[in-house]
């Protein structure tokens, strides 16, 4: 029986509204509000180095989600185990946070252990591997706090990892990681190297590690596990039960060749690593979902400096003052990557998913203030909750386990 002309017109206006939701997105500026970055985090800091705050307005630019039916609630998502959301503070480590709970479901997911990592062990490590890079290539890198979610890979394959408790990175006292001024003075101390053109690479580390040791302390070289003292290599091995070779990571652009290992060319991207198996988008975003589904998570990066992310409630779109759902794929996707209007500047990890009619919404862990800002004490707190459409346009790269994308690497180009 044929379909009704009228009954096809709307069959497909439902899909189209369904597709975002709603037909046509509105924006809105509204004045940026005081959120748990001011009035949390950097109140805490100031308070404990005895600084006044000082006042500032600014206007965003951001879509108007009002009287939309959000999915907000974590407890209506399939949930993969995952550790409580924690604080980055004011650093610009999220790469490290992301990634470090990452490990600590794969621990779960393989041991059963429940295990709290220490994230600044492998921020410490990360500034000494950044600091020799920088004197055996004569300065010719990018000096910044940021880094790439494959970078814990790389660390844990030469320092191991040790548990938070053993390791904070923070001063007695001090609520909130905080490294501006350390940054401060590692930037400095190797711009003024790269200056005199002394590469003394030995003279460097001691500067750099005399830096880190006072803001942060000296790192572990013992972890005791049973009643014996083993290395942290021991204990990721032996304890954790990782195997960082056993780890992927995906990327999708334009750029270069499919189902071949390609770099990903961007400042955080600082050793140059060309460990990213760059995929077409559709086995891009297949595998966000098979992952979640199949009991996997994923540690993900990507742009969130968009006014398809709404602070008040947490959630983020792709709107249709932006490009509509139809047109989202690999050339709109390049095409911002391109121009800087996608850019690289955030990491979070994915912990679950929901199926809708508007589509697969993701659960997102997240250590960054904006998904603080519900309030300490709601479900809500730490996550942001993803359209499938946001990751498609401006999720960059993907971390996980091999065992989650066997049929991708079975199509890898030799």
Not at 39 to 49: G, L, Q
Not at 166 to 179: I, N
């Amino acid at each position: 029986m044929k379909t009704p002309i009228i009954t096809l017109a709307l069959l497909i206006f439902s899909a189209t509204a369904f597709s975002q939701g709603q037909l046509n997105d509105k924006a809105v500026y509204r004045n940026s509000e005081s959120g748990y970055y001011k009035n949390v985090i950097m109140k805490e800091i100031k308070s404990f180095n005895n600084k006044k705050d000082k006042d500032s307005v600014r206007r965003d630019f951001v879509i108007d989600l009002s009287g939309k039916n959000l999915p907000t609630d974590p407890d209506q998502y399939k949930k993969v185990w995952h550790t409580s959301p924690v604080s980055q503070g004011n650093t610009n480590t999220c790469w490290c946070y992301a990634t470090s709970s990452f490990y600590e479901s794969e621990i779960y997911r393989l041991t059963g252990k429940q295990v709290k990592l220490s994230e600044m062990y492998f921020v410490y490590w990360e500034y000494i591997e950044r600091t020799k890079y920088f004197i055996r290539n004569r300065g010719d890198m990018s000096i910044g706090e940021g880094s790439e979610t494959n970078a814990l890979a790389r660390t844990m394959k030469k320092y191991g990892a040790v548990p938070f408790e053993l390791y904070t990175g923070k001063k007695e006292g001090e609520k909130f990681h905080t490294h501006a001024k350390m940054f401060d003075e590692i930037k400095d101390f190797l711009r003024s190297m790269k200056y005199d053109n002394n590469w003394n690479e030995e003279s460097a580390l001691s500067t750099v590690k005399s830096i880190l040791t006072f803001y942060m302390g000296e790192p572990p070289t013992k972890v005791k596990e049973a009643g014996k003292d083993i290395t942290p290599q021991e204990y990721m091995e032996k304890v954790l039960k990782i195997n960082p070779d056993n780890y992927v990571n995906l990327m999708s652009l334009m750029v270069s060749p499919y189902y071949s290992y390609s770099l990903y060319d961007v400042p955080d991207n600082w050793w140059r690593s060309s460990d990213y198996l760059n995929v077409p988008l559709d086995d891009y975003m297949n595998a966000v979902k098979n992952a979640v589904k199949n009991g996997f998570t994923i540690s993900i990066g990507g742009d969130v400096s968009e006014p398809g992310i709404d602070r008040k409630t947490q959630v983020a779109v792709v709107p249709t003052f932006d490009i509509a759902h139809s047109n989202i794929d690999e050339s709109a996707r390049q095409m911002r990557f391109n121009n800087g209007s996608t850019t690289d500047d955030h990491a979070m990890h994915v912990v679950g998913i929901q199926e809708r009619e508007d589509g697969s919404w993701f659960l997102i862990k997240d250590s960054g203030s904006g998904s603080r800002n519900c309030g300490e004490g709601n479900k809500c707190f730490g996550y942001f909750f993803f359209h499938e459409d946001f990751i498609k346009l401006k999720m960059m790269t993907l971390t996980l386990h091999k065992d989650a994308v066997k049929d991708l690497l079975g199509k890898v180009k030799k």
